[in-house]
């Protein structure tokens, strides 16, 4: 992951600030934290000390809300630090985002569904195009549009597959379903099997197969003979040159073909 010049924050003063004014981010993308790469990097900083300040910005005369740095934050507390070293930035919300966000994608792997959490919130939360944040985070248009489709799968669906460790290929597989249930049931499947992603795509094929096909109503069934001549008249009359078009509604004791033919402008 390469960090734009746009991203990358200055040269700033660093400053020494009493974590307990220190807040969490509302912008931190990540979800869980391991409490073992947490304790190896607070005896990293125990014997070096912390060699990148946090990045916070103020929100009150003697309070600061954290931008990047959560996993350097949950060391120091871990060692007992009441204080810590840190740039103090004035960043929109905005920009708070994308620097979390960038923050975290460089210092550790961010599970898929994560970052497209926090794409979307980006998105929601400010007036930057999907092009713009995708140049920003060094994507390529498409690869940010397709993470974000994941986000179109249910929240149950997304948590399996947190918790799963599939990959992100299984979850775009899981898109061509359109049954909650049914992706449920192959998230766990695959994870118990340790599916491979061809193999899942199969699975989908069969399911997509099996469907069953929409059944035309009896209403229309019975009068398909005249429906159908009502639609072939419709079909007669654009190739003469009237244009018409036709719908086919239905009530809950009848069905209506309505033929819609426009009124042609008056000769001036």
């Known amino acids: 992951m ?14 020494h600030i009493l974590i307990s004014r220190i807040s969490a981010s509302p912008f931190q993308p990540r979800r869980t934290f391991s409490e073992v790469s947490i304790a190896e ?67 550790e792997d961010l599970h898929y569904l994560d970052e497209a959490e926090a794409y979307r919130s980006i998105l929601d939360r400010s007036a930057v195009t999907q092009e713009h944040l995708a140049k920003a985070l060094c994507l390529s248009p498409s690869a940010l549009a397709n993470r974000l489709r994941l986000l179109k799968l249910p929240d149950a669906v997304r948590e399996a597959l947190r918790a799963s460790g599939l990959s992100e290929r299984h979850a775009r597989a899981l898109l061509r379903l359109s049954d909650a249930d049914q992706q449920l049931e192959l998230v766990r499947d695959c994870a118990a099997r340790h599916l491979s992603v061809k193999q899942l795509e ?24 005249i429906i159908n001549a009502v639609l072939d008249t419709v079909k007669e009359l654009n190739r003469i040159g009237v244009r018409a078009e036709s719908r086919v509604e239905e009530r809950s004791d009848s069905v209506e073909v309505i033929v819609r033919i426009p009124i042609a402008a008056p000769e001036t």
């Open 41 to 107: 990097l607070a005896e990293s900083i125990r014997q070096h000390g912390l060699l990148t300040p946090l990045l916070v910005r103020r929100i009150d005369a003697n309070q600061y809300e954290l931008i990047a740095g959560e996993r350097r934050l949950r060391a120091l507390t871990l060692l007992g630090r009441t204080s810590a070293e840190a740039i103090v930035l004035s960043a929109y919300d905005s920009d708070c985002a994308l620097l979390a966000l960038v923050e975290n994608l460089q210092r």
């Open 2 to 15: 390469k960090t734009t010049a746009a991203s990358r924050p200055q040269e700033r003063a660093v400053s």
């Open 202 to 225: 199969s699975r989908i094929d069969r399911l997509r197969q099996a469907a069953p096909r929409p059944q035309v109503s009896r209403v229309i069934r019975d009068n398909r003979i």
